[in-house]
């Protein structure tokens, strides 16, 4: 048993692998191919409690923490990111801030069917002229007659169109500020934008390189009116919410990631036993056993590095370089783990329906989403004084 | 609300390479164990007798310290008790002296209900369960495919070679049952927390009230003479066509009654 997990992390991380290998894994190619999320796997993983992993029983939660949340994303990854995705989105920018910042009111409304899968909402940051700089921000919510008046467009927004999409949380310029020193800054603010109300419209979905099973879609406001306590968190507090938001779903992307070169090592080891070529096991030649050995030594520091993360996380320390340093490495991992995989697999791992293939596909995006490792690699030179 | 008790023994992986020690002639427990898939399936059905109309699941086990961790996995899908019969003198106990054991340990308690798989994937006597049904005296429905209980009353389809029959019994009763009798659930996370906090009785041969004398492999009444590995695969025969293929695959199938 790993001495890092406890006996009840140890039996959920077992769990979970259980049921990705059995559940989850035989849809996915299917999945894939028809860029659709398996909603029946969506609605058993609710029934399995995972959505609601990291939140309070009080609030229909089962009582864990953001590192068993992580263990669950990680397990899920080794065979198919999408669904890891589509959990970590689903807490993270769905949940999370509404149990975080949410009034009494926003919470009842909101969390009993969140946190059992019922239903999903999206965290609506990026947008065509603000992705890494979210201060660039140019959609707006005006407060006018009691109702916040909501337009612009958002981009690239997970579990947004889904049948059970809820509503999105949009990041918004709500006015300006003036600084002490007399500089004018816009006012951030987050607005929750329920899915129906009139001028949100969720446009077709993406055709994506990867992670094609999960829903994504640009969302556009026009006009949009919603009730004035569909303010969330305060006024102005916009912009610190999501980066704490971001932070913590770095740790949960460099888990998947982790996930994902863990799957790609399995899938290998697997292959290099059974292959036979020139009349032996690929595996007997030490390129091959010495290229796979390289890649558990990744999964295997990726993961101190989630665990780390995600421990300083829960225990109230700071954590923001440490989640950074995960989701660098943790990325770089998936990624040259995809593709040793896919050429140990040969013209096979070109093929879409092997896991691999699609592991070489869906691990891109790790080193783009949740901030680019650019954006990594500037909080750690940060850290160091070295602010460029 | 009835009582309901479910047997469970963890076994050697099925994925996994399985081997008998040449030395005791006995399964090897060292390698990976899981709790036997029919027994997770025999949780189920309690689980859903319970679900139906109110009652109280017992899981049960007889084996080594790791043998907990079956009691363990049907406490975290949502059984409410555990029972672990264990001590070193147990060991090596044939079928006859497992169905003793269990029936010691759940005689008195006043169980409505005894759940078992038709037969475990390591040992397959498929015995134990109707020996153990003999013992407490109870009512006996074997190879069950599905299962309801009501008005004190169990029923259920049992399988035959050619089809099945329906069969029913009053409680207080034992079933054993097959592959198709459910899918078992998964636990969730506040299921495992909630499984280490529910009760598991610990029973050796003293609280059994069984004579060391009449326990363990030394004492058993079958003995295993020998044991050995099933002999390879061999390569199957090839049949070159040279205009007379067809008579001889046809012979072939003939001669092994398939035709
Ligand atoms: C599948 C998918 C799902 C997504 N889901 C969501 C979601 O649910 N909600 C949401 O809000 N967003 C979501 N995003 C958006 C994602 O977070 C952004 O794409 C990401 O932050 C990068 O922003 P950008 O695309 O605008 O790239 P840009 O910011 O335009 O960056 C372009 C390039 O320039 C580099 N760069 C930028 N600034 C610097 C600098 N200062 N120094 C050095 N290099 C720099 C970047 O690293 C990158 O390589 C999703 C994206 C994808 C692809």
Known sequence: MNPQLSEDEHDLSAMVRDFADTVVAPRSYEADTRHELPMDVVAQMGD???????????????????????????????????????????????????????????????????????????????????????????????????????????????????????????????GERTRADGTVTKELSTIIVPHGTQGFTVEPAYDKVGWRASDTHPLTFEDVRVPEANLLGERGRGFANFLRTLDEGRIAVAALATGAAEGCVEESVKYAKSRNVFGVPIGRHQFIAFTIAQMQARVHTSRLAWYDA????????????????????????????ARDATQIFGGYGFMNESLVARQYRDSKILEIGEGTNEVQLMIIARSLGLDG | MIKIAVLVKEVPDTWSDR??????????RDGDVVIDEINEKAVEAALQVKESGGGEVTAVTMGPKN???????????????????????????????????????????????VI????????????????????????????????????????????????????????????????????????NFKGIMAAKKKPVETLGLAELGIAAGDAGGANSWSVVETVAAKPPREGGTIIKDDGTAGQKLADYLASAKLI
């Open chain 1, 48 to 174: 399995l409690g995972l959505f609601g992993l990291p939140f309070p029983e009080e609030v229909g939660g089962q009582g864990g923490d953001y590192f068993s949340l992580c263990l669950a994303i990680e397990a899920l990854a080794r065979v198919d990111q999408s669904i890891a995705i589509t959990l970590e989105a689903a807490i993270g920018l769905g949940a999370m801030p509404i149990f975080r910042y949410g009034t009494e009111e926003q919470k009842d409304t909101w969390l009993p069917d969140l946190v059992t899968g019922r239903a999903l909402a999206g965290f609506g940051l990026t947008e065509a002229e603000a992705g890494s700089d979210a201060g660039a921000t140019r959609t707006t919510a005006v407060l006018d007659d009691g109702e916040w008046l909501v337009n612009g467009s958002k981009q690239f927004i997970t579990n947004s169109g889904t049948p059970i999409s809820r509503f999105i949380s949009v990041a918004a310029v709500t």
């Open chain 1, 310 to 337: 995600a421990r300083r996380c829960d225990a109230g320390l700071s954590f923001k370089t440490e989640a950074a340093i995960a989701k660098l490495v943790a990325s770089d991992a998936a990624m040259r783990n």
């Open chain 2, 19 to 28: 081997r008998i020690d040449p030395g005791t002639k006995r399964v090897d």
């Open chain 2, 67 to 113: 043998a907990l961790d079956a009691v363990r996995k049907a406490l975290a899908m949502g059984a409410d008790a555990g029972i672990h019969i264990i001590d070193e003198a147990l060991g090596g106990s044939d079928a006859l002296q497992t169905s003793a054991a269990l029936a010691a340990a759940l005689g008195s308690r006043g169980f409505d209900l």
């Open chain 2, 116 to 187: 078992a798989g038709n037969e475990s994937t390591d040992g397959r006597t498929a015995a134990v369960p109707a020996m153990l049904a003999e013992r407490l005296g109870l009512s006996q429905a074997t190879f069950l495919r599905t299962l309801t209980v009501k008005d004190g009353t169990v029923t259920g389809e049992r399988m035959t070679d050619d089809g099945h029959v329906e069969v029913r019994a009053s409680l207080p009763a034992l079933v054993s049952v097959t592959e198709q009798i459910a899918e078992a659930r998964f636990p």
